[in-house]
Nanobody, 128 residues
Framework: QVQLVESGGGLVQAGGSLRLSCAAS?????????????MGWFRQAAGKDREFVAA????????WLADSVKGRFTISRDNAKNTVYLQMNSLKPEDTARYYC????????????????WGQGTQVTVSS
């Protein structure tokens, strides 16, 4: 079983920065390890649908970002540490949401892939 634990959320003023981390542990019954998963970040604001934020390929070569965060957020991963990061700069009040780290072995568009594992999330609140 794969466990994902997010951290790094908090309260920040508009224009500020936060760095979210997602630490993975365990492996699946098929023997998959962290480096074999494409990793994604999603968020869900109160009363709204889950929204794709960013994703990164297994080796970290390719990244995908939602239009709403391009130029402000970056995603990276360290497979030696089984960790994926989301650096969030120039935060806006509309970035307020609970952020979830998710893992998938599926290929194709990371926005619409079926993610197999996810964490409990970390809350990000941006004040104006």
């Amino acid at each position: 079983q794969v466990q994902l634990v997010e951290s790094g959320g908090g309260l920040v003023q508009a224009g500020g920065s936060l760095r979210l981390s997602c630490a993975a542990s365990g492996r699946t019954s098929l023997g998959y390890t962290f480096s074999e998963y494409r990793m994604g970040w999603f968020r869900q604001a109160a009363g709204k649908d889950r929204e794709f934020v960013a994703a990164i390929s297994r080796a970290g070569v390719s990244q995908w970002l939602a239009d709403s965060v391009k130029g402000r957020f970056t995603i990276s991963r360290d497979n030696a540490k089984n960790t994926v990061y989301l650096q969030m700069n120039s935060l806006k009040p509309e970035d307020t949401a609970r952020y979830y780290c998710e893992a998938t072995t599926a290929l194709g568009s990371p926005q619409y892939a079926e993610y197999e594992y996810w964490g409990q999330g970390t809350q990000v609140t941006v004040s104006s």
